[in-house]
């Protein structure tokens, strides 16, 4: 996923003339409205509240996760089963998205793929390998495609995202521009898991079930949960800012096949840091996908990817889930 710097000026500007800081960041630039089956499988996320970001049970004796200094970070856990969270820390916070979006991409994509929700074939390979291996020009082709800043807009209205917004309109082509948050992205696990057809469900979460060690740009993306969580695990990964080529490059060993406690989030809507380096590490934990996993985080610019990942890792480890769910 390249660098920002060579764009930092164009950025800055950028973000001065937006009133609304919604802007991500990071990777390569340059990706129409629902079936009746999506859309009504859909409905009932659309028109219900979407999930409070109040805790659903009583707090627990467990405090909030320690994060690095220097980091930021924003992590939700839900149990799926408890039908409570377990965690909210920074919950509503925006981070830029990296690869995140491409979940986004991915569900914008099937909206009019109903009642079948058949994959081309010449699709089938670009899906698998952007959910997989975060490929990302695989997710600008799907970007360009179908409306680039549209797909965003469109998913905060179908899902009731809450803190999502599309890349600024100075820079469209960037879809890791995007803003998210790790309420949000929990938001949107959960419409796959809960409400979006089966077909749908059963295409996204059995590709994320198979994530890859490596990614296609060579940069590890074990970390996280991969690295925290024994199978059954999914992940979705997102990195940005620490340039087009890892140090290290990523070597394919293996594939990975296989009570509430609330912190409240600063007031208000945030700006996304444009300048500091993302890891962001998301998915599910489990059995039957109990546990949805959020952990997204900005790192000091310059930082190491090998750093931003053994800290983000280190996070990830300390978050309270059952032991018995950890390697």
């Known amino acids: ?18 009133t609304l800081a919604a802007a991500g960041c990071g990777d390569k630039a340059d990706p129409p409205t629902g079936s009746a089956q999506f859309a009504a499988a ?33 992590i939700v856990i839900y149990d799926r089963q408890a039908k409570a969270y377990v965690l909210q820390q920074k919950a509503s916070w925006r981070f830029r998205s990296a690869s995140l979006v491409k979940l986004l991409v991915t569900l914008d994509y099937f909206w009019n ?52 917004a599309p890349p600024p309109v100075s820079q469209p082509g960037f879809w890791g521009y995007t803003a998210v948050s790790a309420g ?14 089966q077909p749908v469900r059963e295409f996204i979460m059995g590709n994320l079930h198979q994530t890859t060690k490596c990614g296609t740009d060579h940069y590890d993306q074990s970390f996280g949960i991969p690295s925290t969580f024994k199978a059954p695990r999914a992940a979705k990964q997102g990195w940005s800012g620490f340039g087009d080529d890892p140090a290290t490059p990523c070597v394919a060993a293996a594939d990975y096949t296989a009570g509430a406690q609330f912190v409240p989030a600063a007031g208000g809507t945030n700006p996304p840091d444009m300048m500091g380096e993302v890891l962001h590490t998301t ?45």
């Open 42 to 74: 859909s409905a009932a996320a659309s028109a219900a509240p979407p999930p409070s970001s109040a805790p659903s049970a009583a707090p627990t004796s467990a405090g909030p996760v320690a994060i690095p200094a220097g980091v930021t970070a924003g």
């Open 283 to 327: 998915g599910t934990v489990g059995e039957n996908d109990r546990y949805i996993v959020a952990v997204l985080s900005v790192h000091p610019d310059g930082s190491q990817f090998s750093k931003a990942a053994a800290n983000l890792t280190k996070i990830t480890k300390a978050l309270p889930l059952p032991a018995s769910t950890k390697l």
């Open 1 to 18: 996923m390249p660098s920002v710097r060579p764009l930092r000026l164009l950025l800055v500007a950028a973000i001065a003339a937006l």
């Open 184 to 197: 949000d992205m929990v938001r949107v696990y959960q419409y796959i898991l809960d409400k979006a057809p």
């Open 113 to 164: 793929k109903g009642p079948s929700y058949t994959v081309p074939a010449a699709d089938q390979p670009k899906l698998q390998v952007m959910l997989r291996s975060s490929d990302d020009d695989a997710a600008t082709g799907l970007w360009k495609a179908n409306g680039q800043r549209e797909i965003v807009e469109r998913m905060v209205q179908r899902l009731g995202l809450q803190d999502t």
